[in-house]
Every structure is written in C-alpha cells, then in structure tokens.
C-alpha cells in the first residue's frame, strides 16, 4: 500500500455525498484517506475499502520504546456507511477517554459471547456430537447404538433411567456437577451396578469432550478416582466380578459326542468355536475369503477382534472337516442357507442350552481350553495367551513379541482337538501327550 496521505484537522468528506461522489471516482488510489480524528478509509491494491482507526494507547510500544499506532477495524465500504463509521470511531474515542483500549475491550466482548454460546450448549448436544466424533473408530457398528441407548428413551428404557436422563440431558454442559452426576446414578447403582458403572463412564467421557471443546472448565464431576469413589460404594463391592461360567475340561470329550451327534449349522459353528478357542463374534463373522484351506489357515481380519489386530488361527483337521462340509451359500461360512447372512448371535447359545442347561455360556470355553492348556500339557502359557488372541498389557512384552507360534501353535490346536474328540471312556488320566 502506497504511504498515506494526512488530511487537514478538518474533515475531508464534509458530507456522505461528496464522499460517495470521491470513493467512487477512478482516480482513487491505494492508500488511506484521513477522515478527521483518527478514522481512515483504507483502500488496498485490489481495490477494497474499508473502514479503520488508528490510535495510540499508554502501555503499548514498539521495539525501540516508542508509541505503537494500533490500527481497529470498524467494517468494510460500502456496507458501513460514512455516518456509520463515525459513529463507530466516536464509540472508541470515548473508551480510549475512560482509558480502556477498544481493541482487548472488543476480545473480551467476543469472549463473553462465546461462553455465552458454550453456556447454552446442552448435555444431549454434546453427548450426541461425542457419538458423531467417535462413531467412525468404534468396529462394532453396534457401540454407536449402545451409546445412543444411554442417552435416550427407547422401548426398553434407556442405560441412564428416562427420569435421569431428562435430568441432565437438557442442562447446559457447563452446569453439570457432581450433585447431577450422583443424582442420575444413585438410584440404580446398587441394582443395576454394571449398567450404571458403563453410564458413568460414558457420562465422564461426553463431559472430557466438552471440556476439550471449551463448552466447560475445571475439573470432571463423573470421574471415579479421587471424587465419586468417596460418595459410591465400588462396583467390586456391590456387584462383584462374575465370570463366563465354564465347563470343566474333563467334561468336554463327552459333550462334544453329545453336540456332534446334532445337525444344523449352530451345531457345527459351536463346534468350531471350541476347536478353535475363539470368540462368538469371530465364528459367526467367518467368512470364505478369511479361510486359506491350503495352507489350513483361518485369518480373522483386525476390524472383527477385540483387541483390534489381526488374528491367525491354525486348523485342525476336524475344523477343516467342519468347513469343508458348510454349503459355499453366500460370504459367511456359518451364514444362514440364501439369506446371505451370518448365523444369529444367539443362535450357538441357545444350542448350548438346550444341550447342557441354563447357565452356560459359550465364551466359557475359552476358560475350559486355558484350564486344560495350564493343568494338562507343557505348552507355555504366553502360547496360550496368543491362542485366545489375549491383548498384551505389558508394554515390554508387547514390544518384544513379533511372531505368533505359528507353527508351535499347530501343535498346541491339534493336540486340543484331539482331546475334545476322545471317547470319554478312554480318558484315564488328564495328561496330553505332547509330539516331538
């Protein structure tokens, strides 16, 4: 921009005619025209005008200890008007008078209006936009809906009680305290202690957000250690840990006569649940292209495992029966006949059930192959933390463990397979023979 021009003390445009008669003129040139008193029209190179003040204030110096000149923007030409613009420049001539800079005068007049909108920002809008935030990172579409759940009325009542959840949901963000947060678990805490345990951890979570997106401060009044553990007995205490119920090992060689005298596509998917200590979910997701029946592989893609890696699985030759005798009807190997569906989630359960009773749970069989891997055979425990596809807690271990045992694994799965399909009446004693 080419060096200003200074106006006499008088004002330049005496009339809001003759300066739209000037602005307008082809003559104009880059650079500021003084309208009296500190207000410039400033016209840049491509052209633009708009409206600025210059002014100095105590306390604000250049480098060199001299009076800087700020320069305050009062809007842009045509849309601010000359008789606007002085009106806006008389505005900062009296705060500049009563000794308050315009410039950090107008910051904290933007701040206010933020936290003004942040204050105004409720509890559901900001557990709704959590969910939007995360939903793409969660593998199991399923998390998102059960998110949804503890936040909303459904037909089967929501994870945080109706009564609850209109308690906080239509509050602002900023105002949830620990006086809310215990209000909303209290009543159900010690019937419903795990469904509540989850609610709080996701109410804790939907506030760090908010806190991250400046729609509150301080501290969060959901977090467990050192604020509600001093108002809420533990969840241990009133609803102690209860594990998958499992079958002991030595039963097993009879039950699996039992299942594989049964037909149907739930019998042969439990069975191969078993076979391979894998999880409901990984079963029944199987699909054709994640088996390799050459090299009598099952590689279950890191998007379906808990742990969120990649899992190989070594098959035995009665798994590799089991698959070879599904009927190739659509992606899934244990898929329902022309639905092109996997089987049901429920469908193995209530398989189980009806074989052995109430009570039993499929996922007790992993517990039934690690009992029998620690109690009966030489095999190290690490293989079979790796065969059940076991997340690594520690960081060192993680970071050393590169291969899978493949090839030990082998070994470790058909030595498994064989004692499932041992006639009970063989079984003289609980040791494995292990091959060479």
Same mark, same amino acid.
């Given at each position: 921009? =080419?060096?200003?021009?200074?106006?006499?003390?008088?004002?330049? @445009? !005496?009339?809001?005619?003759?300066? !739209?008669?000037?602005?307008?003129?082809?003559?104009?040139?880059?650079?500021?025209?003084?309208?009296?008193?500190?207000?410039?029209?400033?016209? !840049?190179?491509?052209?633009?005008?708009?409206?600025?003040?210059?002014?100095?204030?105590?306390?604000?110096? #250049?480098?060199?200890?001299?009076?800087?000149?700020?320069?305050?923007?009062?809007?842009?030409?045509?849309?601010? *008007?000359? %008789?606007?613009?002085?009106?806006?420049?008389?505005?900062?001539?009296?705060?500049?008078?009563?000794?308050?800079?315009?410039?950090?005068?107008?910051?904290?007049?933007?701040?206010?209006?933020?936290? #003004?909108?942040?204050? =105004?920002? #409720?509890?559901?809008?900001?557990?709704?936009?959590?969910?939007?935030?995360?939903?793409?990172?969660?593998?199991?579409?399923?998390?998102?809906?059960?998110?949804?759940?503890? @936040?909303?009325?459904?037909?089967?009542?929501?994870?945080?009680?109706?009564?609850? *959840?209109?308690?906080?949901?239509?509050?602002?963000?900023? %105002?949830?305290?620990?006086? /809310?947060?215990?209000?909303?678990?209290?009543?159900?805490?010690?019937?419903?202690?795990?469904?509540?345990?989850?609610?709080?951890?996701?109410?804790?979570?939907?506030?760090?957000?908010?806190?991250?997106?400046?729609?509150?401060?301080?501290?969060?009044?959901?977090?467990?250690?050192?604020?509600?553990?001093?108002?809420?007995?533990?969840?241990?205490?009133?609803?102690?840990?209860?594990?998958?119920?499992?079958?002991?090992?030595?039963?097993?060689?009879?039950?699996?006569?039992?299942?594989?005298?049964?037909?149907?596509? !739930?019998?042969?998917?439990?069975?191969?649940?078993?076979?391979?200590?894998?999880?409901?979910?990984?079963?029944?997701? =199987?699909?054709?292209?994640?088996?390799?029946?050459?090299?009598?592989?099952? *590689?279950?893609?890191?998007?379906?495992?808990?742990?969120?890696?990649?899992?190989?699985?070594?098959?035995?030759?009665?798994?590799?029966?089991?698959?070879?005798?599904?009927?190739?009807?659509?992606?899934?190997?244990?898929?329902?006949?022309?639905?092109?569906?996997?089987?049901?989630?429920?469908?193995?359960?209530?398989?189980?059930?009806?074989?052995?009773?109430?009570?039993?749970?499929?996922?007790?069989?992993?517990?039934?192959?690690?009992?029998?891997?620690?109690?009966? *055979?030489?095999?190290?425990?690490?293989?079979?933390?790796?065969?059940?596809?076991? =997340?690594?807690?520690?960081?060192?271990?993680?970071?050393?463990?590169?291969?899978?045992?493949?090839?030990?694994?082998?070994?470790?799965?058909?030595?498994?397979?064989?004692?499932?399909?041992?006639?009970?009446?063989?079984?003289?004693?609980?040791?494995?023979? /292990?091959?060479?």
């Amino acid at each position: 921009m =080419a060096r200003e021009r200074l106006s006499p003390t008088s004002r330049l @445009f !005496s009339t809001a005619k003759a300066f !739209s008669q000037k602005v307008k003129a082809r003559s104009v040139v880059p650079q500021r025209y003084a309208d009296g008193g500190g207000l410039y029209l400033s016209v !840049s190179d491509s052209g633009a005008r708009s409206w600025v003040f210059m002014f100095g204030f105590p306390g604000v110096v #250049t480098k060199t200890g001299k009076r800087k000149t700020i320069e305050m923007g009062l809007g842009p030409f045509p849309d601010v *008007t000359l %008789a606007e613009a002085r009106d806006r420049a008389d505005e900062v001539r009296k705060q500049l008078r009563n000794g308050v800079n315009p410039i950090a005068a107008k910051k904290d007049e933007i701040a206010n209006l933020t936290i #003004t909108a942040a204050k =105004a920002k #409720t509890f559901k809008e900001c557990a709704d936009a959590y969910i939007e935030a995360h939903r793409s990172g969660w593998r199991n579409p399923k998390h998102a809906d059960q998110w949804f759940a503890t @936040f909303n009325e459904t037909r089967r009542g929501s994870l945080i009680y109706p009564a609850t *959840t209109d308690l906080i949901n239509g509050l602002p963000v900023a %105002a949830i305290d620990e006086g /809310l947060v215990l209000e909303v678990l209290r009543p159900a805490w010690l019937t419903r202690t795990e469904t509540m345990k989850r609610a709080r951890g996701r109410i804790e979570a939907v506030l760090g957000w908010a806190t991250a997106n400046k729609y509150r401060a301080g501290l969060n009044p959901a977090r467990w250690k050192d604020n509600l553990q001093h108002s809420l007995p533990r969840p241990s205490k009133v609803a102690p840990v209860i594990h998958h119920p499992a079958m002991p090992y030595a039963e097993l060689p009879a039950f699996m006569v039992s299942l594989r005298s049964r037909e149907g596509v !739930s019998a042969r998917a439990l069975e191969f649940t078993i076979l391979n200590a894998a999880r409901t979910g990984e079963t029944i997701g =199987a699909r054709w292209d994640e088996i390799d029946i050459e090299a009598k592989l099952w *590689t279950v893609p890191a998007s379906r495992m808990k742990a969120g890696h990649e899992h190989r699985v070594p098959l035995s030759a009665r798994a590799l029966a089991i698959i070879g005798a599904q009927v190739r009807d659509g992606d899934y190997v244990f898929g329902g006949r022309g639905s092109g569906r996997p089987l049901s989630n429920m469908a193995m359960l209530e398989l189980l059930r009806d074989v052995v009773g109430k009570g039993s749970t499929v996922h007790g069989f992993r517990s039934c192959f690690r009992d029998w891997l620690s109690e009966t *055979t030489a095999y190290p425990n690490e293989m079979g933390e790796i065969a059940l596809a076991h =997340a690594v807690s520690d960081k060192t271990e993680a970071a050393y463990r590169r291969g899978d045992m493949m090839e030990k694994r082998r070994r470790l799965m058909a030595d498994w397979a064989e004692f499932c399909e041992r006639p009970p009446a063989a079984q003289t004693d609980n040791v494995v023979a /292990l091959r060479g």
